[in-house]
């Protein structure tokens, strides 16, 4: 956890999963913290003392991809590998009767409406579902227009829209009170979508690509907002708002995270010139900047007992155990 303000982490990393985490999403009212992992569980997590709630939520047979919080915080969908979605009661931490619903590929994203009466689901098998979360029947056909595999998929806060993305590179914007898609795809990507998200006053819907960008676009008009936001050290796997919709977190497939300033469009993660860098420092496997988490190490570097490091320009080198490693950090530095 980290506070968005200091950018610093917040007490020690939750762990208790077995396999690697796929999805995170806080309950409505911030208290609870769920997690879908590689292991087949969704864990649910206090997010004052850091502590698990129970034992975790068993039920997938396979990798949990997506996990979301209804509206009103009394539902917990998640999606799975196994090609079904199930929906949780998070209070008492078991599957609503009924609720396990199956699809023809694995689920890689969920997400409800903004008043909570449907939940959409994305497949690999090209397709968007619709859902009634109360009686687990699927509302219409599924939606068909994606080409390729649909990673992701969120409605917007009025829940007039719904966006997708796909392996195809495209953006899809679809009517939900026809459940048709509005006009052609949004394009520019030129590789995966791994990743939209609407801002919280629906004005912008972001998303993020393999091609190791993040574009912003309007989703009414169904342009795009400026030039794309680069820079990015690996895959933008994951494209989120800040609550009031000034800045844009974007989580990358090596571990690094970027944040951006709507306004300005400069990342705000990172100083701003090459004189601000300061001394870097290695503490607790992270090269730090300004009191700040820069640049984790991997682990082949963690057993040492002396650490030396160095920023010069784009290169970041390490001395240690008498050897010496250069990484090349100038996209994460925006040079």
Excluded at 28 to 39: C, E, F, N, R
Aim: glycine letters at 10%; hydrophobic letters at 35%; proline letters at 4%.
């Amino acid at each position: 956890l980290w506070n968005t303000e200091t950018r610093a982490l917040v007490g020690e990393p939750l762990t208790g999963h077995s396999n690697v985490v796929k999805s995170v999403c806080f309950s409505p009212d911030g208290k609870v913290l769920a997690s879908g992992s590689d292991d087949g569980t969704v864990q649910l997590w206090d997010t004052q003392s850091g502590a698990a709630f129970g034992e975790p939520l068993t039920g997938h047979s396979a990798t949990v991809w997506s996990v979301c919080f209804s509206p009103d915080g009394k539902l917990l969908a998640s999606g799975s590998t196994d090609k079904t979605v199930r929906l949780w009661d998070p209070r008492a931490g078991v599957v609503v009767s009924e609720s396990v619903i199956t699809q023809r590929a694995t689920v890689n994203s969920v997400y409800f409406s903004s008043d909570g009466k449907r939940l959409a689901s994305v497949s690999g098998d090209h397709t968007i579902q619709l859902w009634d979360p109360q009686t687990g029947a699927a509302v219409g056909e599924p939606l068909t227009g994606h080409r390729r595999k649909v990673n992701s998929v969120c409605f917007s806060p009025d829940g007039k829209l719904l966006a997708s993305g796909s392996d195809e590179g495209t953006i899809r914007i679809w009517d939900t009170q026809t459940w048709t898609a509005v006009g052609e795809p949004l394009t520019g990507h030129n590789d995966w979508v791994r990743s939209v998200c609407f801002s919280p006053n629906g004005n912008l819907l972001a998303s993020g690509s393999d091609d190791q960008t993040v574009r912003l676009w309007d989703p009414v008009n169904r342009v795009a907002v400026g030039e794309p936001l680069k820079g990015h050290s690996g895959y933008v796997l994951s494209v989120s708002f800040s609550s009031d919709g000034m800045l844009i977190m974007a989580q990358c497939s090596d571990g690094s995270a970027a944040t951006w300033d709507i306004t300005t469009r400069q990342r705000c993660d990172v100083p701003s010139s090459l004189s601000s860098y300061g001394n870097p420092v290695i503490r607790d496997h992270w090269v730090m900047l300004h009191s700040s988490h820069f640049f984790w190490l991997p682990s082949q570097y963690w057993n040492t007992d002396e650490d030396v490091v160095a920023l010069c320009g784009g290169l970041l080198a390490t001395f240690q155990n008498g050897s010496l490693s250069i990484f090349d950090v100038s996209r994460v530095l925006g040079l």
